[in-house]
């Protein structure tokens, strides 16, 4: 018996070696395929890793869930640096920028260490705009630093408390550091290579999937281990804190703007967009076709958006 208990305990313990030496394989081929785009900022702890290109008004890039910089810098930053300064930034956790162990990842910490990079770069009241998760995160800023925010726009956001979590993120669901740390270094890359058509059909669809979305949009950048537990921790952390953040939008002082992909499989238009007029009223929506990930599947149309809506939104505008 006792011998059998531990061949048992061997072969766990060489299956969880061998998922652990795949992941960290995995996680450094990705360090070095896809390096830091911009420059870091160091404060409070954390490290911001933001890219600031163009010239002319500033509007500040939040991406969302899962994400990083690349989902803007892929197609929709080249359409706009003539026009706008860009500041495209990892929220804290995700692509180059670090959050320490055990810090708070709701949208309002989040946004609290963008204010800070905001006040740093000078930046007089930008536009902000906050793709999906970063929708929120925008929100949390013109709610808490003001002075940060000249007006809002924001693409396929997340704006209200749901208690269904998207299909393509229920492996995040995870409420236990420990169990994130472990899940990250055995199951949670395997998993993602093995399922990542399933996935991408919903955060894409019906729009196809960028054949350069590994690279140039950064997707790989999702198997390294600390990029699972900043996700898992930044899902867990907006699900427990969106619905304080939404009974204060009557707050809020500042022009709003929506865009959302009729076609939206993360997040629902009506939920998250047509909701808003109601308890923002002047809140502008606007609905096209496509899917979640405008800034990447229709960036042509998404920069047209944002400079018919930078006149409204944007600090000049008033």
Partial sequence: MMGTVAAAMALAGAWTGGLALFTGLIARRVERALP???SFLDQDGERLHYLDAGSGPALVMIHGLSGQM?????GLLPLLTDRFRLILVDRPGSGHSTRPAGADAGPRAQAAAIAGLIR???LQKPLLVGHSLGGAVALAIALDHPDCAGGLALIAPLTRAQNRVPACFKGLTVTSPFMRWLLSWTLATPMAVLYRD???DIVFGPDPVPADFGKAGGGLLGLRPAAFRAASADLMAAKAGMAALEARYG???????????RGDRVLDWRHHGEAMQSLL????LTLVDGG???PMT??????????QEYGRTGPDSG
């Fill in 198 to 200: 399933r996935v991408l």
């Fill in 120 to 122: 740093t770069l000078g």
């Fill in 70 to 74: 690349r989902h803007f810098s892929h």
């Fill in 292 to 294: 979640h990930m405008l």
């Fill in 251 to 261: 707050d809020l002082r500042l022009p709003v703007s929506i865009l959302f992909g």
């Fill in 281 to 284: 009223p002047g809140t502008r």
């Fill in 36 to 38: 830091a785009q911009g």
């Fill in 298 to 307: 229709a960036p042509a149309e998404t920069a047209a958006w944002l400079e």
